[in-house]
């Protein structure tokens, strides 16, 4: 069955992505900074899958993760860079610098590390999809995000300069995953952000979407939705 790794699966998106994709049948490998949810979450899906403690923005991590899943589970078909970060509402120059430093380390620097670990297998294979997940901030603007904005921003480019490096038969993509209410949204809308769909209302239409992405798709920009609320 295919496998499909995904990162931040500790909440929101990632969370829903990998309970969808193992209701569809792939072999879910995943990681995230919650020793709790991850345990949680390997004893709800079952053995066959795979969830580690894993900080993106640590290279020694990153490499254990690989360590871990590359022998076990093999490359993945699909790989997804979803775990992010946002920055507190404010205003560029009150941003502190600690947290912008580790928006970017875990935004950027953390879908470095990944690709790094996890695509020259991908490619020694010949085969395989990278899916960086971008934002409605990284093709458009909005005030007091802007740290966040420039992180996304930076995945579509970094995203679409890799589909230009890759070799035949496989493909990056930026994905826009439309706006959903995770605990993300709520940080910057509060009470606001409960008119949009839920994750795992969003996941029953991204995980078949995410699954029918091919080689053709290379370097295409791809948004998910609209995505009915129920």
Request: glycine share 10%; charged share 15%; with cysteine.
């Amino acid at each position: 069955m295919p496998h499909v790794l995904i990162t931040g699966a500790t909440r929101g998106l990632g969370l829903a992505l990998a309970r969808g994709f193992a209701a569809a049948g792939w072999t879910v490998s995943g990681c995230g900074t919650r020793h709790d949810v991850l345990e949680a979450l390997s004893e709800e899906l079952g053995e066959s899958h795979h969830f580690q403690v894993c900080d993106v923005s640590d290279a020694n991590s990153v490499a254990q993760l690989a360590n871990v899943i590359l022998p076990c589970l093999g490359p993945p078909d699909l790989l997804i860079n979803n775990a992010a970060l946002i920055n507190a509402n404010a205003p560029l120059w009150e941003v502190p610098a600690d947290e912008f430093s580790r928006l970017i380390d875990v935004n950027l620097k953390g879908v470095h590390l990944v690709i790094r670990a996890f695509l020259p297998s991908m490619i020694e294979r010949g085969q395989g999809i990278v899916v960086n997940l971008s934002s409605g901030w990284g093709r458009s603007t909005s005030p007091e995000v802007a740290p966040y904005c420039a992180t996304k921003w930076g995945i579509e480019g970094l995203t679409q300069a890799l589909a230009q490096e890759l070799p035949d038969g496989l493909a990056a993509i930026p994905l826009n995953p439309g706006i959903i209410n995770t605990d993300m949204l709520q940080s910057c809308f509060g009470p606001g952000a409960d008119d949009c769909p839920t994750p795992e209302e969003w996941a029953r239409i991204a995980v078949p979407y995410l699954m029918a992405i091919g080689i053709d798709d290379n370097g295409n920009v791809l948004t998910v939705g609209p995505v009915p609320t129920y």
